[in-house]
């Protein structure tokens, strides 16, 4: 067991390596293998001071791996819930189980800000995502967040503006485990004392402001929300609670529309075989004895027919449609085409796919939108799965018994012709 999860460990520190040096943009100076490198860092030493169960020590440090792998998406917006989607991918390759890879997905979306954990595992990743606050590098860091922003944005921080930023960050900012409230929480405080004294113009308690980490994730010169730090901090706690339930609730319906349609191909698939085999054993063994026994023409035509439409409505329910599988540039700034269906890229280049898929995932509506047309059209197509399934089965059951009324019908009325012959 324990070397299956160091071996686990070791496969997660290659690839996310190899990942942020190919497929993170250099432009995300602070948010890079240096610092996932030291989350996992910290979030070591917080197991190892908790002594956690082997699985749950995997669990934190896997999610620490991935936990910022969102950021190959070229922007902070959602970045916690594509880097979810990129372990839970990588940790099917590896064979994990269903329940590992969501408790590593529910702690990798724990940070995103703010930050509301729910278990000890949660707890340490979230203070070992912001560690560096109560460290002795924080000018350091602070300095390579600053910069990213500046290049990745075109409304340029003044050290001002980003001093005013910091402090009303660190002064939301609380840990939530007593090793991050003992080890962290005092040179945090301390900072932020440094700051305040370079600001004469900050008050005593400042605006709320999101996490210098996740700045990137407002739109450029979009100023830190205003209000009552405690509602405004309830405020976004429920609006988190929101989002993640409204991704429970896509996961749900995806899947239940994905079972209902294997469940309906599965019916459709007895129904051919069944009908396949009543007709080919009619046609073997009774269509050339029918010259013997005419009587029984008639039921036999009427057994065949039930048995071949009960068949064409059953191959239609499971008959797939094909659609052009292009799309164009403008189809994406109007939002016309969901990106999430193959049949509406199949034929485009994985260029032009990228690019689509980068330009939804920034836009929350859009990406939302798609969702929501995606299992629109799975209702859509498991409608009419279901309509042709239907008439299938009431074909084959009122056929089937007309045909057999037929045939007891033709063996009473043909036994006085028999005798008297």
């Not at 036999?300 to 052009?324: E, G, Q, Y």
């Amino acid at each position: 067991m324990a070397s299956d999860s160091q071996l686990l460990l070791q496969e997660s520190e290659r690839y996310v390596t190899h990942f942020f040096a190919t497929r993170v943009s250099p432009a995300f100076l602070f948010h890079n293998i240096d610092h996932t490198k030291d989350v996992v860092a910290a979030a070591t030493t917080m197991a190892d001071y908790y002594q956690l169960p082997e699985t749950d020590r995997r669990i934190l440090l896997v999610a620490a791996w991935f936990h910022d792998t969102g950021y190959s998406s070229g922007n902070a917006r959602w970045h916690e819930k594509i880097s979810k989607e990129i372990a839970g991918d990588f940790l099917q390759q590896h064979q994990a189980d269903a329940s590992f890879i969501e408790k590593v997905g529910n702690a990798i979306l724990a940070t995103q800000w703010p930050q509301c954990p729910t278990n000890l595992i949660e707890q340490i990743l979230c203070d070992a995502d912001l560690a560096h606050l109560g460290g002795e590098h924080f000018d350091e860091r602070n300095k390579l967040l600053r910069k990213e922003l500046n290049t990745l944005f075109e409304n340029k921080l003044s050290k001002k503006e980003w001093r005013k930023k910091n402090i009303a960050f660190l002064q939301q900012v609380r840990y939530f485990t007593d090793y991050a409230r003992k080890n962290y929480q005092p040179l945090k405080d301390q900072h932020l004392q440094e700051l305040i004294a370079k600001d004469d113009d900050v008050q005593p308690e400042a605006a709320p402001a999101p996490a210098p980490e996740k700045v990137a994730a407002l739109p450029p010169g979009e100023p830190a929300p205003h209000g009552a730090e405690k509602a405004a901090k309830e405020k976004l706690k429920v609006a988190s609670r929101t989002e993640r339930g409204i991704s429970t609730m896509f996961r749900i319906m995806s899947d239940n529309h994905v079972n209902l349609s294997q469940m309906a191909d599965s019916k459709a698939n007895i129904m051919i075989s069944v009908n396949t085999i009543v007709m080919s054993i009619m046609v073997s063994g009774l269509l050339g004895r029918l010259q013997f026994y005419t009587e029984f023409i008639v039921p036999t035509i009427i057994l065949l027919a039930v048995c071949l439409t009960a068949v064409v409505f059953a191959i239609l329910a499971t008959r797939p449609n094909i659609t052009k599988g292009t799309f164009t540039e403008e189809d994406i700034r109007n939002k016309k085409v969901n990106l999430l269906f193959f049949g509406n890229f199949y034929n485009m280049s994985l260029h032009e796919y990228d690019w689509a898929m980068k330009e939804m995932m920034k836009d929350g509506e859009y990406l939302n939108s798609s969702m929501i047309k995606d299992i629109y059209f799975l209702g859509v197509v498991l409608a009419r799965k279901y309509k042709f399934l239907r008439i299938s089965y009431n074909v084959f059951m009122f056929g089937l018994i007309v045909a057999i009324v037929a045939f007891a019908i033709a063996m009473l009325f043909s036994e006085p012709t028999v005798q008297a012959s």
